[in-house]
C-alpha cells in the first residue's frame, strides 16, 4: 500500500507512512451493490425509527390527552361537589330563615306553653319581614307572659305594618276594655278610617260620664249635672248598686244631694244596653248653722230715739223678740229696720237657715229715756 501523500511503499500492518508520517486509512474495497443495500437498511432503519418517534410522540400526546381530561373531570367533580355543599347549605340557611319555618316554630312552640322561645320565633319573622300577623302573634306571647306594656308596642307595630289587620285591634281593644281604659280605645278608633276596623267598636261604649262637681265635703246641698262624652244616655244610681240600664236611673234633670253621704254611680249606655266604664263621686254633705246675727247699734243708754237694723248671712231668715224671751220661727221677723222702744228692753235675734238651722242668740239691752 503507498502512502497517499508521498507515495511510499508502507509495509502492511502500519497505520502511519514511515516516510511523511501521514495517518494511512484502511478502506475495504468498494463494492457498489454492498453499498445500495447498505443504504437501503439505513433509510428503512430510519425509516423505521422515525415511525417509532412519530407513534411515540403520538401516544405520549394520547396519554397526555388522556390524563388532561382525567384532571378536568377531577376538577369538575370537585366543583360540583363544592356548588352542592354551598347550594344546600345555602338552601337549608334560606329554609331555617323562611317565614313559614318561623311561624311554625312559633306555632309548635306555643302550643307546647313555651311562650318565651315561641316569641323570638315570631319575633325574628316580623323583624324579617315586617309581617303584622308575626308582630301580633309575638305581642300575644308577650300578654301571656303578663307583659302588657310589650304587648302593646307589638301591637301598635303590627298596625304601623298593616293599617288593616284587625287581629291586632281586637287583642288592643280587649286590652284596654280589660283595663278599663275607654280614652285608649277611643284613640284608636279615631286613628283608624278603615270601615272594616270601625266595625269592630261598633258595640263597645267609649263615652264618659262627666260630673259637674266634684266629690268631696260640702255644707250645703249640690246641684249636680251630668253630662256624656258622646251620643249616649246616662244611667246613675245613689245607693251602691250596678248603675247599667237594669238597676239605673236615667238621667233626665240635675240631682240635687242634700245632707249626708251620697256615693254617685253613673255610667253612659249605648242604643243595645251595652254599658262603658263606670264613673262615680263620693259627696259628703254636713250643714253648717248660720252665722250669727250682726246688731247695730250695741247695747247702752239713748236720750233720743235710734232705728236698729240687723243683718245675717244670705240665705237666712231673721227673728226677734223685746220680751227678753228666744225668739223662734213663730216670733216677728225681721225685715228692715226697726224703732227702739222707750224704757229699758232687751232684744233677741236669732238667724235661721233654709235648712232650719239656727244661730246662736244675740241679746241687746237699750235703755232710752225720752
Not at 500500500?1 to 509495509?11: R, S, V, Y
Not at 281604659?181 to 272594616?196: P, R, Y
Request: charged residues 25%.
Amino acid at each position: 500500500m503507498k502512502c497517499p501523500k508521498c507515495g511510499f511503499d508502507i509495509p502492511e500492518g502500519d497505520l502511519f507512512c514511515p516516510s511523511c508520517g501521514a495517518e494511512i486509512r484502511i478502506v475495504p474495497d468498494y463494492n457498489l451493490f454492498e453499498e445500495d443495500i447498505l443504504s437501503s437498511m439505513i433509510a428503512e432503519d430510519e425509516d423505521k425509527s422515525e415511525k417509532k418517534n412519530v407513534n411515540e410522540i403520538n401516544n405520549d400526546k394520547k396519554k397526555n390527552k388522556k390524563s388532561k381530561k382525567n384532571r378536568n373531570k377531577i376538577v369538575c367533580i370537585v366543583l360540583i361537589f363544592i356548588f352542592c355543599v354551598l347550594l344546600g347549605g345555602f338552601l337549608l340557611f334560606s329554609y331555617f330563615n323562611s317565614f313559614s319555618y318561623l311561624m311554625s316554630s312559633g306555632y309548635s312552640l306555643e302550643k307546647k306553653d313555651n311562650y318565651s322561645a315561641a316569641y323570638y320565633k315570631y319575633l325574628k319573622a316580623a323583624q324579617k319581614y315586617d309581617s303584622a300577623k308575626a308582630y301580633t302573634d309575638a305581642g300575644e306571647m308577650q300578654y301571656k307572659l303578663n307583659n302588657k306594656s310589650k304587648t302593646e308596642k307589638l301591637l301598635y307595630k303590627a298596625i304601623d305594618s298593616d293599617p288593616t289587620y284587625k287581629d291586632a285591634y281586637k287583642l288592643l281593644i280587649n286590652i284596654y276594655e280589660q283595663g278599663k281604659n275607654f280614652d285608649a280605645i277611643s284613640t284608636l278608633k279615631e286613628n283608624s278610617s278603615n270601615s272594616k276596623i270601625q266595625a269592630l267598636f261598633k258595640d263597645i261604649v267609649t263615652g264618659k260620664v262627666i260630673f259637674s262637681k266634684s266629690g268631696g265635703k260640702y255644707d250645703d246641698d249640690i246641684e249636680l249635672t251630668l253630662n256624656a262624652s258622646g251620643s249616649y244616655d246616662i244611667y246613675y244610681t245613689l245607693d251602691g248598686k250596678d248603675p247599667g240600664k237594669s238597676q239605673g236611673t236615667k238621667y233626665s234633670e240635675p240631682i240635687i244631694l242634700s245632707e249626708g253621704e251620697t256615693v254617685v254611680e253613673a255610667v253612659c249606655v249605648n242604643t243595645d244596653g251595652k254599658a262603658g266604664v263606670e264613673a262615680k263621686e263620693n259627696y259628703k254633705i254636713s250643714y253648717k248653722k248660720p252665722g250669727d246675727p250682726m246688731v247695730s247699734p250695741e247695747s247702752g243708754s239713748f236720750v233720743k230715739p235710734e232705728t236698729i237694723t240687723i243683718s245675717s248671712d244670705g240665705g237666712c231668715r231673721i227673728f226677734y223678740t223685746w220680751d227678753g224671751s228666744d225668739p223662734n220661727v213663730n216670733s216677728a221677723e225681721y225685715t228692715g229696720p226697726i224703732d227702739m222702744l222707750p224704757g229699758n228692753n232687751v232684744l233677741s235675734v236669732i238667724v235661721i237657715d233654709k235648712h232650719d238651722l239656727s244661730s246662736n242668740i244675740v241679746r241687746k239691752n237699750y235703755i232710752f229715756n225720752q
